[in-house]
């Protein structure tokens, strides 16, 4: 990602879900000021939640470089108290970086110290599809307060038309919606285990499944779909470890495979087969298919399907599988399961 900014000749369009002025995230903060010194167009989308610990100083000096900042959903109460309570908890979860308008970055990469020390996956992308990527770019700009004005080239009607395009490489966008219960995230993940023959291999290091997708998991297991999902040990927030936990009994019953990696790795994808592969930011839980702003690539190409799935049996290699053995009979630990069966609707 580096290396593609110092090569920018006159775009940077870039939003993220955390950015910090620490020693990671200085460099590309540094980095973004001297291009925009140089006259490039450099537009910035940062979650107000995600990047709150980014200084006042640090956005001082990206602004006064010319760096167009824009923070997406503010944490500032507004007039309409309770608009903004109810918007408060809508994220914007995306990871993707536009260059020149040719060459983009999607995954689950954050910018700071922490994520440095992770393991994560992001996908390098050129074509037709980086087109899709700055009208959503566009389309979140003008939702964090940005003038239409300024990104009116990126927002041609004709562009939309591209999605629709058949290509071996599509963009997914989720933008919930407060009144209806819907995902276009979770539809996927159903349907591609609805689809697997042979393999549906995930990896996501929050795992909080609901009842649709363990009865999908159980009908792939009985066509014969050898289902594996790939899971930190230990994630990077102690409450999830639990509420993971809880769902391995389940998982396994329905019957797939569980492999628990020991160093934490933040990746989200999943393939099917050797035919379909996804990458992107969304969770496996609730919030990422019905409450936060999402995106991903589902791809059908037939060498990159093959190295995701060279990456995701490098990453099982690597990992122990759970084995459930007789009824949990710890009374704390029951207790603690049943509490976070509780909870989990609003993780």
């Not at 004709?158 to 966008?173: D, G, S, V």
Request: positive net charge; glycine residues 6%; proline residues 2%.
């Amino acid at each position: 990602m580096k290396t593609e900014i110092k090569k920018a000749q006159t775009s940077i369009y870039w939003e993220v879900f955390i950015l910090k002025d620490d020693e990671i995230g200085n460099k590309f903060i540094d980095l973004l000021i001297e291009k925009a010194k140089q006259g490039l167009d450099v537009k910035l989308i940062l979650d107000a939640m995600g990047s709150f610990s980014l200084s006042s100083l640090a956005e001082g000096r990206m602004k006064g470089s010319g760096i167009e900042v824009l923070w997406f959903n503010r944490l500032k109460p507004t007039a309409d108290f309770k608009d903004w309570f109810r918007r408060l908890w809508k994220r914007n979860h995306r990871k993707v970086l536009v260059i020149d308008e040719k060459v983009a970055f999607i995954g689950g990469v954050n910018v700071h110290v922490e994520s440095s020390k992770w393991d994560d996956l992001n996908l390098r992308l050129e074509g037709k599809v980086v087109r899709s990527l700055l009208y959503g770019f566009a389309k979140t700009y003008c939702k964090s307060g940005g003038s239409k004005k300024n990104v009116k080239h990126l927002i041609h009607p004709k562009l939309e038309k591209l999605q629709e395009e058949i290509c071996p490489i599509e963009y997914i966008t989720n933008s919930p919606s407060y009144k209806i219960k819907r995902s276009k995230l979770r539809k996927l993940y159903l349907q591609a285990l609805g689809a697997a023959k042979e393999t549906f291999t995930l990896i996501t290091p929050y795992y909080v499944p609901d009842r649709k997708f363990l009865e999908m998991v159980a009908k792939a297991h009985k066509k014969g779909v050898k289902v594996n999902i790939i899971l930190p040990v230990r994630s990077d927030h102690k409450i999830m470890n639990y509420i993971a936990q809880a769902f391995y009994d389940l998982t396994v019953r329905a019957g797939a495979k569980i492999y628990l990696l020991k160093d934490f790795n933040h990746s989200k994808a999943f393939s099917v087969d050797d035919k379909i592969g996804v990458v992107g930011s969304s969770n496996l839980n609730s919030r990422s298919w019905y409450i936060d702003e999402e995106s991903g690539v589902k791809f059908n190409e037939k060498n990159m399907v093959g190295d995701l799935n060279s990456i995701l049996d490098n990453w099982m290699g690597k990992a122990c599988p759970v084995e459930i053995g007789a009824k949990e009979k710890n009374y704390a630990k029951r207790l603690k399961s049943w509490w976070v069966k509780k909870i989990k609707k609003v993780i």
